[in-house]
């Protein structure tokens, strides 16, 4: 990955009204980055996707996009970004191809009909170039609004709830396209609720309430919010080596979970495992499996956004 910034913040904050929408917000990305935002409704998500690309400005703070104040020059932030909003609009009885030859029009330097068959290409609708956009089903009309926002090759995109209301098999296809971008080299903030999505896709995670609650990759969110243990299963009786683990220093917990399995915490997990294993097979138990008992990233989410709360 290429180390260094090309989106950060410092106290971006905003308001409406009385309302706190987004709270001195500093963050940093990194170029080639995909970061998941993820937050309930009303978190902010959006509104500071919106004061990133320039559509709003904020009411303190700042932000640099590719090494521009989106706040004072949008214009030229508008260059390097493509946005893909959570309900975006064409001309519906535009064909597709229509569609994209105006949009790409506005971008100084780009050739529209080229990048408008490009696009279409790339996202699987060549075949449906001339048909009008009001014939497309969901699935398609998001395909088709990915390639309006990369009609000027981007190198940062905004993506907000990309896969929202698709069929699975839609779904999928958006988000093999989102890691072939960012294999080209885009970097990508990804707002969604979808968490299993957010995992799978995001280097790091930022996890929003108004402020920054959290961001990290999505394995160690689970290791803040909660100790690492082992889960042992073995192919007999588990009483043995539980009471033989309980009498050792480095087993700070041991516990038998249905049939044939331990869970274990360790006062260092990666040091202490091959302890744990000797000591097991010393007293008799007969190893089958020894994994991380990892909780899901829906607990670290909900455990962080909670501890807001209280």
Known sequence: MIDHVVISTEGLSKRFGDRVAVDALTVAVRAGEIVGLLGPNG???????????????????????????????????????GFLTESPGFYERLSAERNLAYFAAFYEGVDAQVAAARELARLGLADRARDKVGTFSKGMKQRLALARVLLHEP??????????????????NLRELIVS??????????????????EELSDRIAVFRTRLL?????????ERQFERRLRVRLA?????????????PY??????????VLVV????????????????????????????DERPLEDAYLSLVREEES
């Open 251 to 260: 087993v700070r917990e041991a516990r038998a979970e249905g049939d044939g």
């Open 155 to 172: 190198r940062i995109l905004f993506l907000d709830e990309p896969t929202a209301g698709l069929d699975p098999e839609a779904a999928r």
């Open 265 to 292: 915490l360790l006062a260092d997990p990666d040091s202490d495992r091959p302890r744990l294993v000797s000591r097991i097979v010393q007293a008799g138990g007969r190893i089958l499996e020894v994994r991380e």
């Open 43 to 81: 978190a902010g998500k959006t509104t500071t996707l919106r004061m990133l690309a320039g559509i709003i400005a904020p009411s303190a703070g700042r932000a640099v996009v590719d090494g521009r104040n989106p706040a004072s020059e949008p214009e030229r932030v508008h260059e390097s970004i």
């Open 214 to 222: 959290a961001i990290d990759t999505p394995k160690a969110l689970r």
């Open 181 to 198: 971008l960012r294999e080209r080299g885009c970097t990508i903030l990804l707002s969604t609720h979808n968490l299993s999505e957010a």
């Open 236 to 248: 007999d009786g588990v009483e043995p080596s539980l009471a033989a683990l309980r009498e050792e």
